[in-house]
């Protein structure tokens, strides 16, 4: 059907391509990784170390220990023919300044738009997100330092991007996927014909958690709009 994960396969093919296309040229690099399903939450900040251990294991959190209890969250729910959603961490690094164009072409707004192609998504934030809306605004701005002859932010509250452009720094975007709603659940629904509650239940086979099969999927997306902007932006040179 329209919302199968499978149509996210033609995502992979041609993130496939502009992941390749923005590592040689600028040096981009993008890691997505699971850092929630349900409750289990990855509490350790992701860095450059653990991006060789989030496909060691099949939810693709870099975080052995709590990859294990995402596992075993997983599985129990499938005892119990039910499902779990969760969220993926997207950290792309070595961007350059003003990637990216401000109001409609804003480089969050064509990421956004990307990301929720992917079934199951309902939420997408950047740096530090709903969370930002808790702080004053002394606690979420990001201060300018020089940091080893470099000019960068303290925090990068901002995930990476200002007025819609790249600031340099990297580009940390959260998204959140819902359970997914085939489950062998018995669920209470309406036939349209009637007009009367009837009780639907799934059959065959369906995945109790959608997440750890989404990195893959997330990563290929922003490459995609990352090498739209870098092309339109004359970061990348189109060659015949």
């Known amino acids: 059907g329209r919302f199968s994960g499978r149509l996210t396969a033609t995502h992979v093919m041609g993130g496939a391509i502009a992941r390749k296309l923005l590592k040689v040229t600028l ?3 993008t890691n997505s990784y699971t850092i929630k399903i349900g409750k289990i939450s990855m509490n350790s900040k992701f860095d450059a170390k653990m991006k060789t251990q ?4 099949e939810v693709r959190c870099p975080d052995k220990k709590i990859a294990e209890k995402m596992r075993n969250s997983i599985l129990d729910a499938r005892k119990h023919n039910d499902s779990l959603g969760g969220i993926i961490e997207s950290t ?3 961007l350059p300044v003003g990637l990216g164009e401000p109001i409609f072409g804003s480089l969050e707004s064509d990421i956004s738009k ?3 192609s992917i079934p199951s998504v309902k939420g997408v934030e950047f740096g530090s ?3 930002g809306s808790e702080l004053f605004g002394s606690e979420n701005n990001d201060p300018y330092i020089v ?3 470099k000019i960068i932010t303290k925090t990068n509250n901002a995930g990476g991007i200002l007025g819609g452009l790249s600031n340099g720094m990297p580009i940390v975007m959260r998204v959140a996927f819902k359970p997914a709603s085939s489950i062998a659940k018995k669920q209470t629904t ?6 009367k509650p009837v009780t639907l239940q799934v059959h065959g086979r369906h995945d109790p958690c959608v997440v750890p099969r989404a990195p893959p999927v997330v990563d290929s997306l922003v490459s995609l709009v990352l090498a739209d ?3 339109l932006g004359g970061f990348i040179k189109p060659t015949l």
């Open 54 to 57: 989030i496909y060691d294991n």
């Open 229 to 231: 902007h870098a092309l």
């Open 147 to 149: 940091r080893g002859g």
């Open 129 to 131: 997100g709903f969370a």
């Open 114 to 116: 990307a990301i929720y």
């Open 92 to 94: 792309t690094v070595n």
């Open 190 to 195: 309406v036939d349209i014909k009637t007009k």
């Open 27 to 29: 040096g981009i690099e």
